[in-house]
């Protein structure tokens, strides 16, 4: 019994350490002194790999547990629902849909369920309400970074879709937010490959980042299976830094070193996304920059594990865009939705969706300069703002229209 009991606690303690809502529980049980089990029994219901057909979405349907506990726990936690976040709002296409949910302190973030043709669905997924980095192509860095979610705020996007039975295939930390500058996604990843609790494979999670070279080596020690996708976009370094700043801090010789590490430590294979910004870094110069660092830079053995993934750029606005490009540089202009827009030249936030004859062109340049393994991306949602990119906060716009 004491080995029992002793392993039961050691499985307490992995899962209050990678969600603060089981510590939390935790914590109500002990105060009414329920027995240990109770907590199995909760997870069980809260999550997919239990029992249950479909994961609880409140403390009163753990049907294992008295109902008088089931009240205690409510009381205690003050709150009904188990997830800790809440939808406001919802949008669909035929391939997307779109779930903006309100935190606990009103901060807002955004969810994206795609449906492939071959029946797959994915989830695209918020790691940060807001961005602090500022990519000048991206609506969400307009926002500023408004706080880092929780690991269980993360994971919550994931089971709030499980929780009315749809089918989640796999992850992708893309949303809202650079993933590995919030340390609180690898507790969330934790939670996701936990076999108590979301029992995914780490080969179906990817994590998408601009680059941060510590949280490249954090991820190669503690998830080395979960997929690893780089954003580079532009191959010179200070074209890329006036895109994406934080390319000041993290060059591409030391991004790229991390990525061999990861490589060479795991195996895996490393996704290597190119937006294609029409007249700004889609030439011939561009196309053999971008196969100097993803090929012929490369040791030996990691060549073959980098693929590239062509993008097209979802505009953030096109009345924006159409105005600030016919404006002379450095002068300060107010759009046709009241936004003060200031031109300060190339790379400009605004930029022009190039054509899929643009992609595929620019497709033949990376071939013709050495690319081995390439894809052009799909872009899903675009007509719902849900694309990639254009996970954009409405609310934001409006409370400042109102203000």
Same mark, same amino acid.
């Given at each position: ?15 209050? #350490?990678? =969600? ?5 529980l935790?914590?109500?049980l ?16 809260m ?12 403390w ?47 901060? #807002?973030i955004?969810? $994206? ?19 602090? /980095? ?10 500023g ?53 979301f ?9 998408s ?16 299976q979960?997929n690893?996708?780089f =954003? ?14 934080i ?21 895996? #294979? ?10 700004f ?15 012929h830079?490369?040791?030996?053995? $990691? ?49 022009r ?7 595929e062109?620019?497709?033949? /340049? ?29 609310y ?8």
């Amino acid at each position: 019994r004491k080995v029992v009991q002793h392993t039961m606690k050691a499985a307490s303690d992995v899962l209050s #350490r990678i =969600s603060p809502r089981i510590s939390r529980l935790r914590a109500a049980l002990d105060h009414h002194k329920a027995a240990p089990f109770r907590l199995s029994q909760a997870v069980n219901a809260m999550y997919p790999a239990g029992s249950e057909k479909r994961p609880v979405q409140s403390w009163m349907e753990v049907s294992g547990w008295p109902v008088a506990l089931r009240e205690q726990v409510g009381e205690h936690l003050k709150q009904s629902s188990i997830l800790a976040l809440t939808p406001a709002m919802h949008s669909e296409s035929s391939q997307a849909h779109k779930i903006m949910f309100e935190l606990d302190d009103g901060n #807002r973030i955004e969810a $994206v369920r795609m449906s492939f043709r071959n029946g797959k669905n994915s989830l695209c997924i918020s790691s940060q309400s807001g961005c602090a /980095l500022a990519c000048n192509f991206c609506a969400t860095g307009a926002i500023g970074l408004k706080r880092q979610l929780t690991s269980d705020e993360v994971a919550d996007q994931v089971l709030y879709f499980l929780q009315r039975g749809h089918s989640i295939d796999s992850v992708a930390f893309m949303g809202m937010g650079e993933p590995l500058a919030n340390p609180h996604v690898f507790r969330a990843i934790s939670q996701l490959t936990h076999p108590k609790m979301f029992a995914f494979s780490p080969r179906r999670i990817s994590v998408s980042t601009v680059g941060i070279v510590q949280g490249i080596r954090k991820l190669t020690r503690e998830h080395p299976q979960v997929n690893l996708a780089f =954003s580079l976009h532009s191959p010179f370094e200070e074209e890329r830094s006036a895109l994406m700043p934080i390319g000041k801090v993290n060059p591409l010789g030391s991004v790229f070193e991390a990525i061999d590490e990861h490589i060479q430590t795991t195996g895996r #294979r490393v996704f290597i996304a190119y937006l294609v910004l029409e007249g700004f870094n889609d030439s011939e110069k561009h196309a053999r920059g971008v196969m100097e660092w993803v090929r012929h830079k490369r040791p030996q053995e $990691v060549r073959d594990k980098l693929h590239i993934n062509v993008l097209r750029f979802n505009p953030i606005g096109q009345e924006e865009m159409d105005e600030v490009l016919s404006v002379p540089t450095g002068e300060t202009i107010r759009s046709r939705s009241g936004a003060e827009l200031e031109v300060e030249g190339m790379p400009s936030p605004f930029y022009r969706r190039t054509t899929p004859h643009g992609i595929e062109r620019f497709e033949g /340049l990376l071939r013709k300069f050495g690319a081995k393994s390439i894809t052009l991306r799909q872009s899903f949602g675009l007509d719902i703002d849900a694309a990639c990119g254009q996970l954009y906060a409405a609310y934001e716009k409006k409370a400042a229209a109102t203000s």
